[in-house]
């Protein structure tokens, strides 16, 4: 079955940085395209960046461009998001995915000023 573990969360201050993991199993990871997702309370889930299947190209959200970065080890089945200049706009739950429509139990984030 496919799964997800999403770690790395916590509180941290405006300009901190946190790094996120998520551990993937069940599918042929280094087939799929990999996407981080974050959703606030009371809003929609939104992606905030998605890498190849083999690492090479990234996007990511306007709001994070310059201060997020997504990258993954194939060897290991994990994708990693590396959050930098955090502010509070970015608190919410982040998840990642891989387009099969399935999540883990994220992790929370919360940037306090």
């Known amino acids: 079955q496919v799964q997800f573990v999403e770690s790395g969360g916590g509180l941290v201050h405006a300009g901190g940085s946190l790094r996120l993991s998520c551990a993937a199993s069940?599918?042929?990871?280094?087939?799929?395209?990999m996407s981080w997702y974050r959703q606030a309370p009371g809003k929609e889930r939104e992606v905030v960046a998605v890498?190849?299947?083999?690492?090479?190209?990234?996007n990511y959200a306007d709001s994070v461009k310059g201060r997020f970065t997504i990258s993954r080890d194939n060897a290991k089945n994990t994708v990693f998001l590396q959050m930098n200049s955090l502010k509070s706009e970015d608190t919410g739950v982040y998840y990642c995915?891989?387009?099969?429509?399935?999540w883990g139990q994220g992790t929370q984030v919360t940037v306090s000023s």
């Open positions: 995915a891989g387009g099969f429509g399935t």
């Open positions: 069940g599918f042929t990871f280094s087939s799929r395209v």
């Open positions: 890498i190849s299947s083999s690492g090479t190209t990234t």
